[in-house]
């Protein structure tokens, strides 16, 4: 039998690349998006479109309001999205953000008797996030397995991050191998609400410059 697995799916490329990796590895899959008020909230329907081509166990939406989080210029709407590198970290880390996350996706883990979640981070072609490095995820892991019924009683759970050392040119080589159809993704921090994407932002160029690596068009509904 497909052993289930939590799949952190926010409707970006990366994510949808994971879900159809955890599909080919015969995971039975339980997809999670989590609306937390991001101001790139056409994600969630792409999130959506994904969750039913993919044909998932179960699709849910976690809706926790992150607007508070004045400091992000992904909740904190009066704030100007960045559109040019800049050295640190950018506007658009949100605090905590990928540890809720991982929080909820592993309280659902252990609600279905599931061992695996997997996550779409990466640590090469990235903003800089420090929630996206592999010391963070094999952290959380261990934290995971110290502080769940189902690590006390002596399973393991794993945090899945297949991508961590991949850049974008070889998240998308590998999506495409796995026939992963890029244009019901949305990977834009100001995405209209039909999904067009600025091609302006940091995740925007980061996308475009892994599509123009391969010589590859990308599908994106650009401004």
Same mark, same amino acid.
């Given at each position: 039998?497909?052993?289930?697995?939590?799949?952190?799916?926010?409707?970006?490329?990366?994510?949808?690349?994971?879900?159809?990796?955890?599909? !080919? =590895? $015969?995971?039975?899959?339980?997809?999670?998006? #989590?609306? &937390?008020?991001?101001?790139?909230?056409?994600?969630?329907? +792409?999130?959506?479109?994904?969750?039913?081509?993919?044909?998932?166990?179960?699709?849910?939406?976690?809706?926790?309001?992150?607007?508070?989080?004045?400091?992000?210029?992904?909740?904190?709407?009066?704030?100007?999205?960045?559109?040019?590198?800049?050295?640190?970290?950018?506007?658009?880390?949100?605090?905590?953000?990928?540890?809720?996350?991982?929080?909820?996706?592993?309280?659902?883990?252990?609600?279905?008797? !599931? =061992? $695996?979640?997997?996550?779409?981070?990466?640590? #090469?072609? &990235?903003?800089?996030?420090?929630?996206?490095?592999?010391? +963070?995820?094999?952290?959380?892991?261990?934290?995971?397995?110290?502080?769940?019924?189902?690590?006390?009683?002596?399973?393991?759970?794993?945090?899945?991050?297949?991508?961590?050392?991949?850049?974008?040119?070889?998240?998308?080589?590998?999506?495409?191998?796995?026939?992963?159809?890029?244009?019901?993704?949305?990977?834009?921090?100001?995405?209209?609400?039909?999904?067009?994407?600025?091609?302006?932002?940091?995740?925007?160029?980061?996308?475009?410059?892994?599509?123009?690596?391969?010589?590859?068009?990308?599908?994106?509904?650009?401004?």
């Amino acid at each position: 039998m497909s052993k289930p697995a939590v799949i952190l799916l926010s409707g970006g490329l990366d994510s949808a690349t994971v879900l159809a990796l955890a599909k !080919s =590895l $015969d995971y039975e899959c339980y997809a999670m998006n #989590i609306n &937390y008020q991001q101001r790139h909230s056409a994600e969630l329907h +792409y999130a959506k479109r994904l969750a039913v081509f993919y044909d998932v166990k179960e699709y849910k939406v976690v809706d926790i309001d992150l607007s508070w989080l004045s400091s992000s210029s992904l909740t904190n709407k009066s704030m100007a999205i960045p559109e040019t590198s800049s050295k640190g970290i950018p506007s658009t880390y949100v605090p905590a953000r990928n540890t809720m996350m991982m929080t909820l996706a592993l309280a659902w883990a252990e609600t279905i008797n !599931s =061992l $695996d979640i997997f996550i779409g981070v990466n640590a #090469i072609d &990235y903003s800089g996030y420090p929630d996206c490095r592999e010391e +963070y995820i094999s952290s959380f892991e261990k934290m995971a397995n110290l502080a769940t019924k189902t690590g006390v009683e002596g399973s393991k759970i794993s945090i899945h991050a297949p991508l961590i050392k991949m850049n974008k040119a070889e998240i998308i080589k590998l999506g495409l191998e796995h026939n992963v159809d890029y244009s019901m993704t949305v990977s834009c921090y100001q995405a209209s609400e039909d999904g067009h994407a600025c091609g302006k932002c940091d995740s925007c160029r980061l996308r475009r410059e892994g599509f123009d690596k391969l010589g590859i068009q990308d599908p994106t509904l650009y401004l």
